[in-house]
C-alpha cells in the first residue's frame, strides 16, 4: 500500500469517527431529554403521593414501610418507622388479620377495599392498592362522617315514629260512653291518662275545666265568680 493509499484510508476513518461522533452526540442529547422527561413525571408522580389528602403509606412487597405521606404526618397519629411491617409492627389492632390481606392484594395484584374498619373508637376507610414493588395503603378516618350518619337516621327513625302515632292519634278512639276509658290495641282499657302517657310519654297535670266546676262546687264558683266582678270593677 502506497502512502496515497494509507492517506485516503486515514481519510475515511477520520470521517467515520466524525459521524459516530455526531451519532452520539444526538443520542446522548436524545437521553438527556429523556431523563429529563422522566425526572418531571418522577416529580410530578411524588407530588401526588406527597399531597394526598389522604394517609398514604408505600410498602414493599413484605409489607415493610417505604414511605409515609404529608397527610398521614399531619394527622396526629403515631408515624410507622421505615421498615415496620405494616399491621403488625405498625396499626396492628384491627378486628381481622389485614397484613394477610395486604399480602394477599400484592401477590394477586387486586385492589381490596376496605369500607367500615372499627379501630379502637374510630371508624377507617382503607384501600390496598398493589403495584409491582409493593402497595399503596390509603385510610381515610369517617369516624365524624359515621356519627352524623346514626344521628341522621336516628333522626328518621324518630320522625316515622312520630308520623305512625300522628296517624293513631287521626283514627277515631274506642272510648267508654260511661267512665271514659279508652280501649288499647291489644284490647286492655286504660285511663285516659294512661293511654297517651304510654303512647308520647306526657305527663298530665289535672285542673278542672268551667263547667265542672260550676256544678261540682257551686258555692265556690259563685264565690269566684263574684271576686272577679268586684276586681273588674275596681280596675274601671
Given at each position: 500500500m502506497g502512502?496515497?493509499?494509507?492517506?485516503?484510508?486515514l481519510e475515511n476513518e477520520l470521517g467515520q469517527l466524525k459521524n459516530d461522533i455526531v451519532r452520539y452526540q444526538a443520542l446522548s442529547e436524545y437521553y438527556k431529554q429523556g431523563y429529563k422527561e422522566l425526572l418531571r413525571k418522577e416529580e410530578y408522580n411524588f407530588a401526588l403521593f406527597q399531597f394526598n389528602p389522604f394517609q398514604t403509606i408505600i410498602v414493599d412487597r413484605v409489607g415493610r414501610v417505604v414511605r409515609s405521606n404529608t397527610a398521614k404526618l399531619k394527622s396526629g397519629d403515631r408515624l410507622p418507622d421505615v421498615g415496620d411491617i405494616m399491621y403488625?409492627?405498625?396499626?396492628?389492632?384491627?378486628?381481622?388479620?389485614?397484613?394477610?390481606?395486604?399480602?394477599?392484594?400484592?401477590?394477586?395484584?387486586?385492589?381490596?377495599?376496605?369500607?367500615?374498619?372499627?379501630?379502637g373508637d374510630r371508624v377507617l376507610a382503607i384501600?390496598?392498592?398493589?403495584?409491582?414493588?409493593?402497595?399503596?395503603?390509603?385510610?381515610?378516618?369517617?369516624?365524624?362522617?359515621?356519627?352524623t350518619e346514626r344521628e341522621r337516621i336516628n333522626l328518621i327513625r324518630d320522625l316515622q315514629k312520630a308520623l305512625q302515632e300522628i296517624e293513631t292519634l287521626r283514627e277515631?278512639?274506642?272510648i267508654c260512653a260511661s267512665c271514659k276509658k279508652i280501649r288499647d290495641d291489644s284490647g286492655y282499657w286504660q285511663e285516659v291518662e294512661e293511654y297517651f302517657r304510654r303512647r308520647d310519654h306526657l305527663d298530665f297535670s289535672?285542673?278542672?275545666?268551667?263547667?265542672?266546676?260550676?256544678?261540682?262546687y257551686p258555692d265556690l264558683w259563685e264565690?269566684?265568680?263574684?271576686?272577679?266582678?268586684t276586681s273588674t270593677s275596681a280596675q274601671l
Open positions: 502512502p496515497s493509499d494509507k492517506i485516503r484510508q403488625r409492627d405498625y396499626a396492628s389492632k384491627h378486628g381481622i388479620d389485614m397484613y394477610s390481606h395486604l399480602l394477599d392484594s400484592i401477590q394477586t395484584g387486586v385492589i381490596k377495599n376496605f369500607p367500615e374498619m372499627q379501630y384501600t390496598i392498592s398493589p403495584f409491582p414493588e409493593g402497595a399503596m395503603i390509603v385510610t381515610r378516618d369517617i369516624t365524624v362522617e359515621k356519627a277515631l278512639l274506642p289535672h285542673t278542672m275545666c268551667p263547667d265542672c266546676a260550676k256544678r261540682m264565690s269566684i265568680r263574684r271576686n272577679k266582678e
